[in-house]
């Protein structure tokens, strides 16, 4: 596990559940973390950080899954993704960590299998 946010301005939301956590590694982004659970105080609520579950630590599942179920999307691009309001009303809080608020890009339809679609 791993934590982020906590410091009362940034953290994730009820609905973040899934959500990832992203940082900056030489001028990329990855994700580190996928949102385990929020404070049930609320959103960006000091001393409540945004518990994650670790990447790294199943990047080898990870892995061997991907190349079961490789990414198809066809003739759409990922490279302009639809943007979709997000429907949690949380907007006045943020509804992702560092993100902007009510913004979401929106997969191309059954642009992905479930990892359990072997």
């Given at each position: 596990m791993v934590c982020a946010g906590g410091d009362g301005v940034r953290s994730g939301c009820q609905g973040d559940s899934g959500g990832p956590l992203n940082c900056a590694v030489n001028g990329q982004y990855q994700v580190h973390g996928v949102t385990s659970?929020?404070?049930?105080q609320?959103?960006?609520?000091?001393?409540?950080p945004t518990v994650f579950t670790r990447v790294s630590a199943y990047i080898s599942w990870i892995n061997?899954?991907?190349?079961?179920?490789p990414f198809q999307v066809g003739a759409q691009s990922w490279s302009h993704p639809q943007l979709c309001h997000h429907p949690?009303?949380?907007?006045?809080?943020?509804?992702?960590?560092g993100g902007t608020s009510g913004r979401y890009p929106q997969a191309p339809p059954r642009a992905w299998r479930s990892f359990g679609e072997e």
């Amino acid at each position: 596990m791993v934590c982020a946010g906590g410091d009362g301005v940034r953290s994730g939301c009820q609905g973040d559940s899934g959500g990832p956590l992203n940082c900056a590694v030489n001028g990329q982004y990855q994700v580190h973390g996928v949102t385990s659970f929020v404070s049930s105080q609320g959103c960006n609520v000091a001393r409540k950080p945004t518990v994650f579950t670790r990447v790294s630590a199943y990047i080898s599942w990870i892995n061997r899954k991907i190349a079961k179920n490789p990414f198809q999307v066809g003739a759409q691009s990922w490279s302009h993704p639809q943007l979709c309001h997000h429907p949690s009303g949380c907007d006045q809080h943020g509804d992702k960590v560092g993100g902007t608020s009510g913004r979401y890009p929106q997969a191309p339809p059954r642009a992905w299998r479930s990892f359990g679609e072997e």
